[in-house]
């Protein structure tokens, strides 16, 4: 059996829709609609236990045994180490995706997931002060990655890696977090380049949505 992948379609469960195709890991997907509250059945509970999505189960994991993984930075890892690739060798490269992959976890994820969380309620005493936070650190974090890509092709310098994959699923949602990245131009170009990737499109066509009845 293959890798089972249990995701929806948000940044997050892109994440690994993406690494599996670039990776050219053999995968199935079930989808787990967030807004049904689905990540809450006991049978999910097992496999992520902070009932969130992403997470996998691959039938063939250390030993030859069925392992589980969640969290997604963990799941790239530990797909990144199962295929050897995204994950360079080099030491200074290794660290750089370490980092990357880190801030995007910690920071480039929860930050504009907070604009999008704000920027929906119609409530303005409830929506402006939140809004102006995390959009103002929203456009920290660009200003951030712009400086990193200014210098490098990717992430980790000249080698694509999975903090790439990560970091692309949450600039995807630009648009929802009202960012225009023609502000920042080295981000548009490595999004431009990691957007043309057949790989990339692949992971972003993956059916993560319940076919409509
Ligand atoms: N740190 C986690 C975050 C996962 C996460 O926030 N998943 C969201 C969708 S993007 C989710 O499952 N939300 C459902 C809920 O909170 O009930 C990861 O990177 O895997």
Redo the contacts with the bound molecule.
């Keep these: 059996m293959s890798i089972q992948l249990y995701a ?1 379609d ?4 892109r ?1 690994i829709s993406v690494a599996l195709e670039e990776m050219g890991l053999p995968y199935e997907v079930h989808v ?1 609609d ?1 807004g049904k509250g689905e ?2 059945t006991p049978e999910f509970l097992k496999i992520s236990p ?5 997470a996998i189960v691959d039938p063939e994991g250390a030993g030859g045994r069925p392992i589980s993984v ?4 963990a ?1 790239l890892i530990y797909l990144a180490e199962k295929c050897g690739k995204f994950w360079p060798k080099d030491p200074a490269a290794h660290v750089a995706t370490l980092e990357w992959l880190m801030f995007q ?1 910690g920071s480039f ?1 929860p930050i504009p ?1 907070q604009v999008h969380h704000f920027i929906a309620m119609d409530d303005p005493d409830e929506r402006n002060y939140g809004l102006a936070r995390f959009m103002k650190e929203t456009h920290r974090l660009y200003g951030v990655m712009d400086r990193r890509l200014a210098d490098n092709e990717y992430f980790a310098g000249s080698e694509l890696s999975i903090a790439d994959f990560a970091i692309v699923c949450w600039v995807w949602r630009h648009p929802r977090h009202k960012v225009d990245l023609a502000d920042y131009p080295h981000v548009k170009r490595w999004y431009e380049a990691l957007m043309a990737r057949p790989g990339v499109q692949r992971g972003f066509a993956v059916p993560l949505r319940h076919a409509a009845a």
């Design positions: 929806f948000t940044p997050n469960g994440k787990v967030i990540q809450h902070n009932n969130k999505i992403p969640f969290e997604s930075g799941i976890m994820g997931g």
